[in-house]
């Protein structure tokens, strides 16, 4: 069933009218998918094959804008448009399995620790004073470009933790603009990593699993820019010893990002909610003593984009900071950033 799309009446039944409902003041809840309380949406997907493999429980309240998830065994369901809420509650389920980019796996390839920044510890903080490193997430997604506009304006770099196929944009490296934007990213010097292939929870996936995660979203990127990266954000933030989580990721050759400031931007999507991420924002440039930043946004949320980021830009510049790539901020030299695919034999 990989790369098959919703007909219509999947699309009628599992996003059109429980939207409707949520919209009329009335949250839709999603307990699991064969065992729902909103009968047309069990239908829908059994009527795909849809089984509860992976239970998944939602929280929708249109109202606000906003969506919440709980952990499931295959991860949790991320995504703050409330038009694509419904559809990614079953994407993300055992209805719809990941499509695997096409290409040699890049399992196998050579993964020396380039370079001085740390693989055993989580980065949360800059090293370089007075920048701030600029993190989005999530994307590429239809408010990206915007987003680069914005940077150019600035004069300043970002990185973006890519995922390859979540929120059911299709796969980066074959859909739309989005080849393009990637491209785009790195002619005008910002930082392409990794947030995994579907936006899963790394803690609760084996360790083969994590590492197809990781695997598949190299590929996707390398098809688009003849490498990948060696810098990893972990979906949810997620990724401890116990689980195995960071002995695959330092494996693998990757950097575990985190961040010292959320913008809550994905908490608060809303044209009338943007003023709380601008405080935050606003309170850590002015916090007394502060010697850089590194913050955490999201390319998918449109207010984030088109309101809260040009207002950061502005408060950046007026402090006579530069925004950069958490590479820079690290005093990490570019070539470290990437790896080249091995060619196939």
């Known amino acids: 069933m990989a790369g098959v799309e919703p007909d219509p009446t999947f699309v009628e039944t599992v996003v059109k009218q429980p939207l409707a409902r949520a919209e009329r003041g009335a949250p839709v809840r999603v307990v699991r998918p ?36 709980r952990r499931t ?25 990941r499509k695997t980019p096409a290409g040699a796996s890049t399992l196998t390839d050579p993964r020396p620790l380039l370079g ?18 600029l993190t989005y997430d999530d994307g590429p997604g239809p408010y990206t470009g915007k987003l680069l ?23 980066i490296d074959v859909t739309g603009s989005y080849p393009a934007i990637v491209k785009r990213m790195i002619a005008e010097g910002h930082q392409v990593a990794s947030h995994t ?18 695997v598949k979203n190299e590929r996707a990127i390398a098809n688009i820019i003849g490498k990948y990266p060696t810098y990893m954000r972990p979906p949810y933030s997620k990724c401890n010893a116990d689980s195995g989580c960071q002995a695959d990721m ?22 009338s909610q943007v003023g709380a991420p601008k ?45 950069v790539t958490v590479g820079e901020c690290l005093g990490d030299p570019q070539a470290n950033w990437y790896r080249t695919p091995k060619k196939a034999t």
């Open 197 to 214: 292939f579907s936006h899963y929870d790394l803690e609760d996936l084996s360790s083969d699993q994590r590492k197809q995660q990781m």
């Open 250 to 271: 330092k494996a693998l050759g990757y950097h575990r990002i985190y961040f010292d400031v959320d913008s809550t931007d994905f908490e608060n999507p809303l044209p």
């Open 149 to 171: 506009d914005s940077l150019k304006q600035y004069g300043f770099r970002a990185i973006f933790f890519i995922c390859a196929n979540n929120v059911g944009k299709g796969e």
């Open 34 to 69: 064969t065992a729902v309380k909103d009968a047309p949406l069990a239908s829908a997907v059994r009527s795909m094959g849809g089984v509860a493999r992976h239970p998944i429980t939602v929280e929708l309240d249109v109202r606000w804008g906003q969506e919440r998830a």
């Open 73 to 97: 065994t295959m991860g949790m369901v991320s995504c703050v448009d409330p038009t694509m809420v419904m559809r990614n509650v079953v994407m993300e389920s055992a209805v719809r399995r």
């Open 116 to 133: 001085a920044v740390s693989y055993d510890r989580d980065i949360s903080a800059c090293t370089k004073q007075k920048v701030v490193g």
């Open 279 to 323: 405080a935050i924002l606003h309170a850590a440039l002015t916090s007394p003593n502060v010697k850089n930043i590194l913050a955490i946004q999201h390319d998918v949320v449109e207010q984030s984009v088109t309101n809260l980021s040009p207002y950061f830009f502005a408060q950046i510049k007026a402090k006579g900071w530069t925004g």
